[in-house]
């Protein structure tokens, strides 16, 4: 557990440093307000500084894989740094409805 923790927060590090071109839909850079991983069930939630983007402001991954922990590394690390992020949601359904969407990735932006 402790490597599969440092590998992601590796990961989200190195992160900051890359840059490339964004699926779609994909959030302009907002900041982190507050990642919350939830005791009740395998869900992690992230606040971010804009509800214009999908109309919320709060999105949600799941912990039960790899790829749901990597994102809320990315989270944790944005929230640690101050750094900003992207938002993107599913391609297919873009952001749905409701007011808690489902992440497709989460990137860490080196601005």
């Known amino acids: 557990m402790k490597h599969l923790i440092s590998s ?5 590090l190195l992160s900051l440093a890359c840059t490339g071109t964004y699926a ?3 959030s302009p850079p907002v900041h982190v307000l507050q990642a919350r991983a939830h005791a009740g069930d395998e ?4 606040y971010i500084d804009n509800s214009t983007f999908c109309n919320s402001n709060l999105y949600s ?9 990597a994102m809320f590394a990315v ?3 944005a929230v640690a740094t101050g750094k900003t992020v992207l938002v993107e949601v599913p391609d297919t359904g873009g952001c749905g409805t409701g007011t808690i969407h489902p992440l497709q990735s989460l ?5």
């Open 24 to 26: 779609e839909p994909t």
């Open 75 to 77: 989270a944790l690390t």
């Open 43 to 46: 869900t992690a939630y992230i």
């Open 8 to 12: 992601c927060i590796a990961a989200a």
């Open 61 to 69: 991954v799941s912990l039960t894989t790899a790829s749901g922990k």
């Open 107 to 111: 990137y860490a932006n080196p601005n």
